[in-house]
């Protein structure tokens, strides 16, 4: 019965729990907002006909993919001091968050574009060269459509990932949900407020395997 | 006889892949409202040629001169602004149709003649339904691709190519792909496109077809041009391997 009086206990957590939520919302999607075209670009860097713009983009994902994204928060935000003497103040936290993600997801996005340009059949292009389409047009009429509709899976696991991800803001003291229901945990030792932001993150990724999902479906009317 | 407009002409061509050379010195000249066939056993360098004149290959030396404006000469190509003049010029159909999927078979047939050639969309419009009645497949103008059994879409890729009103058609073992009743029906089109004297080069293994449809058929083996004529002379040719070959087809 315990467990039933501090639920009830709890249940004016849910808008400081929900307050949390808005902030995990923000970073989730000012991440996707900036790293979906970031790692297009990259992708182009990663088969660009450049040697030395190639050599790049597959070291900057080497390393995105290679270390923790923890540690990377942890240079974004404490770099500008530690190599430069810059101090940046607490306001710049929820910024070096944003961009640590940003670049970080757009180095496994980029891989995800480059398999799914890689794995088009040569005829596509070849097609679309004999009857006279351009460069750009080929790309962005005939190639990127049928991309969208490979990679979209691929995109679904990472977007699920990510949203999990946004609570690694809190190690540095981004007031996001999981940092709020750490300190109601904390401060009551119970377990709920923990079990709370669990449910949070679970229900929104419900939602997004579905819209993919829909998404999915949608874009089956070709084969 | 007047003499007709020669419409493609390849002087000497030569090309290699990795050093082992799949063309060489290879002639051909087609002129306008010709059906020219060509044949050989694989690897002769059939598909190579017809890549090299639809610029999907670049050739190492000889020419490429479609209407007396050089694509190629000596290894070197026009520019590009000019290549792409010059691409107008001809259409390809593939062996595995290379349709657009996400495309519906109307928009596969108007979308390059708006996009490409700017022609208005009621335009593009009036070219496809005409095209699609032509190819019995004026049903089928709102499937997509993959709805469509392969003789079907090979001939929608037909129409995508004519839609762009080519002067030359080249055919890259059009039927290849598909089971016997798919190709009569692919062949039954060529050979309706033949009597209204469009221009074509259909590379195939159709022997029987290529003897019907052809004015001209080129006999191709190890990179060169064995032998070429009309499908009579090819047919009662005194060259032992042209004749093996045609005999072991006709089993």
């Known amino acids: 019965m315990d467990f039933v009086t501090s ?217 | ?35 020219v066939s060509i044949i050989g056993p694989s690897g002769s360098g059939k598909s190579t040629l017809l890549r090299c004149a639809t610029l999907l290959e670049k050739m190492d030396d000889g020419e490429l001169i479609y209407l007396g404006e050089i694509a190629a000469s000596g290894g070197k190509y026009a520019p590009k602004s000019r290549l792409k003049q010059i691409r107008k010029y001809f259409g390809l159909v593939f062996q595995s149709f290379h349709l657009f999927p996400h495309y519906t078979v109307r928009k596969n047939i108007i979308d390059a003649p708006i996009c490409v050639d700017k022609v208005s969309k009621k335009e593009a419009n009036e070219r496809a339904e005409k095209l699609l009645a032509q190819l019995g497949l004026s049903d089928k103008a709102e499937n997509y691709p993959y709805q469509l059994s392969g003789g079907q879409q090979q001939r929608v890729s037909i129409a995508r190519a004519l839609a762009l009103q080519p002067k030359i058609l080249f055919f890259d073992e059009p039927t290849s792909a598909l089971d016997p009743e798919l190709t009569a029906e692919v062949l039954k089109v060529i050979k309706e496109l033949a009597k209204e004297h469009m221009t074509m080069i259909i590379v195939t293994h159709e022997m029987q077809f290529a003897k019907e449809v052809s004015d001209r058929i080129v006999f191709m083996e190890k990179g060169v041009i064995v032998e070429e004529g009309t499908p009579e002379e090819l047919f009662s040719s005194d060259n032992q391997r042209v004749r093996d070959f045609i005999g072991k087809l006709n089993l």
């Open chain 2, 1 to 35: 006889m007047a003499e007709k407009k020669i419409l493609l002409e390849m002087n000497h061509v030569k090309k290699s892949f990795d050093g082992i050379e799949v063309l060489s010195n290879i002639n051909v000249r087609v002129h306008e409202g010709e059906v």
């Open chain 1, 7 to 223: 639920l009830s206990k709890y249940l004016p957590m849910l808008p400081q729990l929900g307050e949390g939520f808005i902030v995990s919302m923000e970073i989730f999607v000012l991440t996707l907002l900036f790293a979906l075209p970031l790692g297009m670009i990259v992708a182009f860097g990663r088969m660009s006909k450049i040697r030395l713009v190639r050599s790049l983009a597959k070291v900057y994902i080497s390393v995105m993919r290679g270390t923790p994204l923890m540690l990377q928060i942890f240079v974004v935000y404490f770099g500008p001091f530690y190599v430069f003497k810059i101090r940046m103040g607490s306001g710049y936290r929820f910024p070096a968050v944003i961009i640590a993600f940003a670049i970080n997801y757009a180095a496994y996005f980029a891989e995800i574009y480059r398999s799914g340009i890689e794995s088009m059949p040569i005829g596509q292009y070849e097609a679309a060269q004999v009857l006279g389409y351009n460069k750009a047009q080929t790309f962005f009429k005939i190639i990127l459509p049928q991309v969208i509709k490979r990679v979209l899976p691929p995109v679904t696991n990472e977007t699920i990932t990510l949203v999990k991800d946004t609570s690694l803001a809190f190690t540095i003291a981004v007031a996001e949900m999981f940092t709020t229901a750490k300190q109601m945990a904390a401060a009551d030792s119970n377990i709920i407020p923990l079990l709370g932001a669990g449910a949070f993150y679970y229900v929104f990724n419900l939602i997004i395997a579905m819209s993919m999902e829909k998404l999915e479906k949608k874009l089956s009317y070709y084969r």
